[in-house]
């Protein structure tokens, strides 16, 4: 949720360019839900909606971020965002470049990740907004 902004962002500036934009559920269910159990129970089945919206779109956007002082983050959540889009033959798109020191490096590298650069050079309509997409 520290990137909220840039979701926000994001979804502004692709929709005036006439994108349809997918989000996740912008819940930090750790702080909403009192018992672990449930806070997983929700985030599992908003998951699979979120896992469904990836199945409709052209392609996604990771919203790579600085996040606790780790330059173009991408988490566990994010990387498995992407290695859904990649089984599903979608485009993947990082907002900045590759992390440099990623555990996920390689494999974003195989799967074709490429950054964003200019709204008009693809010709995908719509894109899923991941944690970060």
Known sequence: MQVLPQFIYWRHKLTQQGFHVYLPALVNYRERYRSERQALR?????????????RKSDAILVLNYPVRGVPNYIGGST???????????????LANPIPGRSIFKEELQAWGVERWYNLNRTRTRKLVNGKAL
Request: proline share 0%.
């Open 42 to 54: 929700v985030k599992r089945r908003e998951n699979r909606k979120h896992f469904r919206k990836i």
């Open 79 to 93: 990387f498995a965002e992407i290695a859904v889009a990649f089984s599903m033959d979608k485009k993947i798109f």
